[in-house]
């Protein structure tokens, strides 16, 4: 028994090496790498060596070891499949012997589902390329065009202050006197008149009631039944008139200054 098991294992090491060479020889003929191969029959590349070589000591049971030759096989396109374990001699055709093919029935035979595992080819990578160049331009033209309408936006919010700021009501010096003169005793009552521009905050009463910057010849009156609180950015170009009283300069030019006013 044992020396009749020893026979079999040498046909079948012999018939091994046969379709190995055989399989190595048309791989090499259609110009098919042993990485490319193991891609498509997602075989280990160490596996199709040791098929190639014959190597049965290296490969598992014979019965995985067939269906792996027949799956090496499918994807080479040879018919019939070689079964080294069968006690006839394998029979492995050559391509060139074989009838000829077009090009798609070849790539379909190599899949079980009639259809090749996809390959990158350079056309691929071109389109690839072409898709993500397409894209990275739509990107940056996206974010250029939010980038202007913002600023476009932020410009029109710049102008539409300033022209609010332009239109403030402007009170001539005689107007301010007048408006002194009748204010209750009760009241406080401050005057500003901008030689220069300033940015302001007043508080009226423990409420701010502006807070901006204003330009040279502007008059603005504040009213409060407590008191009106003027902090200036440039105290030396602003001139106040509390209550009725002698105009002053806030402070010195390029100063903060901070002054609350109080009822008399």
């Known amino acids: 028994m044992t020396k009749l098991n020893s026979q079999n294992h040498l046909e079948q090491q012999q018939k091994l090496e046969e379709i190995g060479a055989n399989l190595y020889r048309i791989r090499k003929e259609q110009g098919i790498s042993l990485e490319a191969m193991a891609n498509q029959t997602m075989i280990a590349k160490r596996v199709l060596v040791a098929i190639e070589q014959g190597a049965i000591d290296r490969l598992p049971e014979p019965f995985y070891t067939q269906a792996l030759i027949k799956k090496y096989a499918q994807a080479l396109g040879v018919k019939p499949i070689p079964d080294y374990t069968a ?18 029935s070849r790539r379909r035979e190599r899949s079980p589902l009639g259809f090749n595992q996809f390959q ?23 974010k250029i065009t939010n980038n202007t309408v913002a600023v476009r936006d932020e410009t029109l919010v710049e102008s539409d202050s300033e022209n609010n700021k332009s ?96 009822v008399n």
């Open 167 to 262: 239109q403030l009501i402007q009170d001539s010096p005689s107007q301010l006197i007048s408006q002194s003169n009748s204010s209750n005793l009760n009241e406080v009552v401050v005057n500003v008149s901008l030689k220069d521009r300033c940015w302001m905050k007043v508080i009226v009463d423990g409420n701010v009631t502006f807070e901006g910057t204003l330009a040279a010849g502007t008059h603005r009156t504040w009213k409060g039944t407590q008191e009106v609180t003027i902090i200036a950015g440039n105290a030396g170009g602003v001139i106040v008139t509390y209550n009725n009283g002698q105009e002053k300069l806030l402070g010195k030019p390029g100063q903060v200054q901070e002054v609350t006013y109080t």
């Open 120 to 142: 990158l080819s350079s056309v691929h990578l071109y389109l690839l390329y072409l898709v993500v160049i397409a894209i990275s331009v739509k990107l940056v033209s996206f």
């Open 87 to 104: 006690t006839a001699k394998p029979l492995l055709l050559p391509p060139a012997k074989q009838k000829k093919q077009s090009w798609l």
